[in-house]
């Protein structure tokens, strides 16, 4: 039979037709069923039917549903249902379904219906005595309720609960029992609120009315929680609305318990700030040796000038004049060692409040600290950067970065005879972000190590020399504290490599 004659009769039948997969959520909708109930087939795939338009009669809910249960125990349904259409209106309908299996596995189910009047759907004390015979009718409420729990809710992985406009319990499976201490019996008509933290009380309850009001949009997240014996556990939660239900709406809760992420994520943290501590301690013996090299000069010049003025003073030639100029230069001198220290000390202050700052003088500070040094080794240090690019974020952990990657590339020129030796600075802006660059000419880096530079205690300069935690540290503090990221790559000419560039991208403020 042509698939074309298949889906003639799909669409031009007068009977209405959904199906459902194996989750009981719908696949296909055909257009009579849309002019029947007023929905489109977009409106509804995706979605369970039982909550959006099967009503039943009465206060019958999903747990009584004589059509769900057949399709749970995968066999064939026939009788009569209420359903809502889109505009609210009840109508009563003829139902006949059938499983949907393929190699013996249930698949599906399929659902005909059509419209019946009041006077067709009055049954005669013969058909009430055949329902009562049905193999779907259950007498106990009880006994419905706990097959539907067997089937659906004790597979579950995740903890599901059912909450009412009050934020009351009114149904929830052993997983979210489980996971909070509690028994079903001892959750069931309380309020959620006695699952969650004290000071989150009114701005959950508050959250819960707008939400079942369409005032605000479902919550998806991490959340803290309260279990039985006031044990706190982190939960990631989601939550739906079901409309159009005898006693709703309601909202559907999922959680599933991430203590032990949360936890992992905690001493990750903990070793991560341990590590930006050892690097820091790192480059304070770095920063101690460029407070060396600076203030060598200086006090040479001052001990020069002031055995320059005891010999003139003992001579007799030490004159107003040259007593005023030397005193000048030894003040300069001080004001220069004083300026030093303000630099190292500002380095190490904590700063934690994120905020806009210009990368020009944020990198001529950084460079400002280690350019003698640089010198000392025969480094000439360059930089073209537009004074009028901000970056958002923390300035002395840019500072850091900087120093960092200043430091890597000094060291990558010991012992190789290469002139001129040079680092160059450069920034710019795209349409999404701006980028400083820092690259050098001292022969780039292995190939085969590129990959790995960013890991954590991985080093190039060999265990006695690098601890393998600066360029971690790098990329850490590019990620954190700016939002962007620090790649690298090697700078080649003629099929020759030249050197290595490292591009710090920042998001534009």
């Known amino acids: 039979m042509s698939y074309n004659f298949l889906e003639c009769f799909y669409t031009s039948m007068r009977e209405g037709l959904y199906a459902f997969d194996e989750n009981g959520k719908i696949t296909h909708f055909n257009p009579s069923a849309q002019k029947l109930l007023g929905y489109s087939e977009e409106e509804l795939i995706g979605k369970i039917g039982h909550f959006v338009f099967h ?125 909070y201490g509690y028994s079903e019996a001892e959750l069931i008509g309380k309020h959620f609120n006695l699952l969650v933290p004290e000071m989150m009380h009114e701005i959950m309850q508050a959250h819960h009315e707008n939400f079942l009001k369409h005032e605000a949009i479902a919550y998806h997240g991490e959340m803290e929680s309260l279990c039985k014996g006031g044990k706190h556990i982190f939960v990631y939660a989601t939550e739906g609305l079901l409309e159009h239900i005898i006693g709703g709406p309601y909202k559907i809760m999922t959680v599933f318990d991430i203590t032990l992420m949360v936890e992992a994520r905690r001493v ?21 040796g460029h407070i060396a090299h600076q203030w ?7 001990n020069l000038t002031t055995l320059d003025l005891k010999f003139k003073q003992e001579l007799g030639t030490l004159s107003d004049e040259k007593l005023k100029s030397a005193l000048g230069v030894i003040e300069s001198l001080s004001e220069q060692m004083n300026n030093t220290i303000n630099d190292f000390m500002n380095f190490y202050k904590p700063n934690k409040e994120k905020k806009a700052f210009c990368l020009y003088e944020t990198v001529l500070y950084a460079t400002t600290i280690v350019n003698v040094q640089l010198q000392n080794f025969g480094i000439s240090l360059a930089f073209n950067i537009d004074p009028a690019l901000h970056v958002h974020g923390l ?93 690298v790559e090697n700078i080649t000419h003629e099929g020759a490599t030249m050197g290595a560039r490292f591009i710090l991208e920042f998001p534009c403020c």
């Open 55 to 179: 009503a039943h009669n009465g206060n019958q809910g999903l747990l009584q549903c004589s059509l769900y249960k057949a399709f749970l125990q995968g066999k064939p349904y026939e009788g009569e249902e209420v359903f809502l259409t889109k505009d609210g209106k009840w109508i009563t309908v003829q139902v006949r379904a059938n499983p949907l299996c393929e190699e013996g596995m249930k698949q599906g189910y399929v659902v005909f219906f059509w419209e019946i009047s009041k006077k067709d759907s009055l049954a005669t004390d013969e058909e009430a005595l055949s329902a009562q015979n049905n193999p779907f009718f259950e007498e106990s409420d009880l006994e419905e309720s706990e097959a539907f729990y067997e089937q659906i809710f004790e597979t579950a992985n995740l903890g599901i609960a059912l909450l009412d406009k009050e934020g009351r319990f009114v149904a929830l499976n052993p997983a979210y029992s489980k996971m």
């Open 268 to 288: 990750q943290k903990e070793q991560e700030a341990m590590l930006v501590q050892q690097n820091k301690l790192a480059a304070m013996g770095e920063m101690i």
């Open 296 to 302: 060598r000069q200086p006090l040479n010049v001052m």
């Open 395 to 487: 300035a002395n952990e840019l500072q850091q970065v900087i120093l960092n990657l200043l430091n890597n590339a000094k060291d990558a020129f010991t012992n190789k005879p290469i002139e001129p030796k040079q680092i160059c600075l450069v920034a710019w802006e795209s349409d999404e972000s701006i980028c400083l660059c820092v690259e050098d000419n001292a022969g780039g880096i292995e190939e085969g190590l590129l990959e790995r530079i960013f890991e954590p205690y991985f080093t190039t300069k060999g265990k006695m020399q690098g601890s393998g935690i600066g360029l971690y540290i790098c990329s850490m503090i590019m990620k954190e504290s700016f939002g962007g990221r620090i790649k």
